[in-house]
């Protein structure tokens, strides 16, 4: 999780606009794990952002979030347990959603390996980068969603095993 503060802090491939000026994360999983709000604590020191929580599963808060919290040309980074990522993947539906029906098994990058002992996926290290399109005033009707997703990548975070890592 430092690794990500320092290396969120910058423009990049991931986030070719700058640095996120928005962090969303899960409050409490349903599991109970607190991870992927905890992923995001060093993120919110380093930049000194505030953490807006959703509920877990609460995808339509989650777009209702975005709407309220992110302004045009804004990055903004959502934490979420990857065990349940293409179901938020499917609610924000993005241009080319068709091409990422499930949460890859296995994603191991170069100079890191997930890690064997863990079941079911072991893609812990992957990053979805998608940008949101304000839709035009005079195109939006009343209870319309403010925002068209684009195209959706996928990066490796570059996580080298160490909170020092080169950046990716």
Known sequence: ???????LSH??????????????????????????YDTLIPVS??????????????????????D????????????????????????????????YNKWPKECDAEGWSEPDWLPGSKCYDIMLSMPLHELPHKFKKKGE?????????IYHEGFGGSRHSKCA
């Not at 999780?1 to 290396?7: H, I, N």
């Not at 969603?145 to 990548?153: E, F, Q, Y």
């Open 1 to 7: 999780a430092e690794y990500l503060g320092r290396c």
């Open 11 to 36: 423009t990049s491939p991931a986030l070719p606009w700058g640095p996120p000026s928005v962090l969303m994360s899960v409050v409490n999983q349903s599991n109970g794990s607190r991870r992927s």
């Open 45 to 66: 020191k380093s930049l000194g952002k505030k953490i807006i929580r959703v509920q877990d599963d609460d995808y339509e808060g989650l777009i209702a979030a975005l």
């Open 68 to 99: 309220k919290h992110v302004g045009c040309g804004e990055t903004v980074v959502v934490a979420w347990h990857h065990s349940t990522m293409m179901e938020l993947v499917d609610a924000v539906m993005p241009t080319n959603f068709w091409m």
């Open 145 to 153: 969603k403010r925002w068209i997703p684009g195209w959706m990548d």
